[in-house]
């Protein structure tokens, strides 16, 4: 029983094309942060807070640790955002770290990538890396099914 039309050469195509979706989202967002180191506007910053956040019943892993990042900004407003992924071994509270932050949007735009945390840069430069090579893989087998190769 065909669920797709085309079959197999149709779920390769779409699952191809949604992993490429992801694979650009990371890269957009590895973009995003490699802008921010460049340009932005570094202080010293630390972390506020360590806390668990319910992801809900449904998921495997339920739960998630979030950093909180404080910063003052050049012209004195107290800032807090959470960054992604810090990185695997995470952070004390109250750990000193640099922060970049774009001065236009500090409150948007703000990363602890550096020195002490390559982790905002590593897991979407992976993530990208990963799921572009997959969403090739898939669609050379989408091209190859139809003959086109």
């Known amino acids: 029983m065909n669920v797709l039309p085309g079959g197999t050469a149709t779920f390769l195509l779409l699952f191809g094309l949604f992993l490429g979706a992801f694979a650009v989202r990371s890269a957009l967002r590895l973009g ?7 340009h932005g506007v570094q202080v010293e910053g630390r972390c506020a807070e360590r806390r668990v ?23 004195g407003r107290d800032m ?8 695997p071994f995470g952070f004390e509270v109250g750990a ?15 990363t602890v990538a550096g020195p ?7 897991m979407p430069a992976a993530f990208a890396a990963g799921l572009t090579v997959f969403s090739l893989g898939l669609l050379y087998g989408f091209v190859a099914m139809r003959g086109w190769v």
């Open 96 to 110: 000193p770290i640099r922060v970049t932050y774009d001065p236009a949007d500090p409150e948007k735009r703000a």
């Open 53 to 75: 956040v319910d992801r809900g019943a449904d998921r495997e892993r339920g739960y998630a640790t979030e950093y909180v990042f404080a910063f003052r900004t050049l012209d």
């Open 32 to 38: 995003r942060v490699l802008s921010l180191i460049r």
């Open 80 to 87: 807090e955002f959470v960054d992604h992924a810090p990185g």
């Open 116 to 122: 002490r945390a390559w982790g905002p840069v590593l």
